[in-house]
């Protein structure tokens, strides 16, 4: 269980000067729905490389470290490897990943927050892709709270396809949504839809009030297809999807 937190304070403070320095601007809501103790899982959208930063920047009003669910591929590399086991974040590898879930139970036990990317992907449609019920499965095998958290416009920053930018003052949404908790008899699947449901909301609700729009024709890849965006249609994304896998592998993804 995890003890000292050092490197994670560390680490969330060296994120902090960085995202000062860049000028983010951050808009974030909902904050009170994560529980200042006690455990919880938190679900997230997965649009960027960044997500899990943000998610765990926007908790540290609630004095709250979020322990991530992270491909083991990413565990794997050099200083990055180190730095995520130092912050008990959960190693989960695709072939067999009974043995992150019971870290992931051993976490809820111990009062943590886990965070699951249901998706287990990025989508690069931008919109939600269908789920894994490991977030699910896990609030309801310890009955506690699923709490639905999206992110919006941090795939402008860093994210697949070699899309980055250094641009200062980019407006960031966080919005993190009431939690959802697993009722009398309800199953995984059950409550696996009602998160999905939960999280496009909060995703739509995301996009309508972001404070940008595209610049021009050149720059609306970040925008869904139904936006008036140019990014794929999430069928026509899941064949690039599974593209990128064939080609390179999924070290990021």
Known sequence: MPGSDRTYRVVVRIFGMLFR???????????????????????G???????????????RPRRRRIRFMAKRSAFELPVVGRLMRAMHHIPVDRRSGARAYRQA???????????????????RSWLLKPFKRGAAGLAI?????????????GHRIFTVDGHRSLRRGMP?????????????GETVAQLS????AAMNALLAEAIDTYPAMPTGDGDRWWLP?????SAPDPETAAVLDREAVARIG????
């Open 250 to 253: 999924d070290v990021f993804d």
């Open 21 to 43: 320095l860049m000028g983010y601007r951050f808009d974030v809501r909902g904050v009170e729905h994560l529980p200042t103790s006690g455990a919880a899982v938190v679900a």
């Open 172 to 184: 960031i949404t966080i919005v993190v949504g009431e939690p959802l908790r697993p009722r009398e």
């Open 193 to 196: 839809l009602r998160l999905r």
């Open 45 to 59: 959208n997965h649009i960027g490389f960044l997500d899990f930063t943000f998610i765990g920047y926007a908790a």
């Open 141 to 153: 095998n310890r009955q506690v709270p699923l709490i639905p958290a999206i992110v919006w416009g």
């Open 105 to 123: 139970l051993r976490l809820l036990d111990a009062g943590e927050l886990v965070g699951v990317f249901p998706e287990a992907t990025i989508s």
């Open 225 to 229: 297809y139904d936006r008036g965006g």
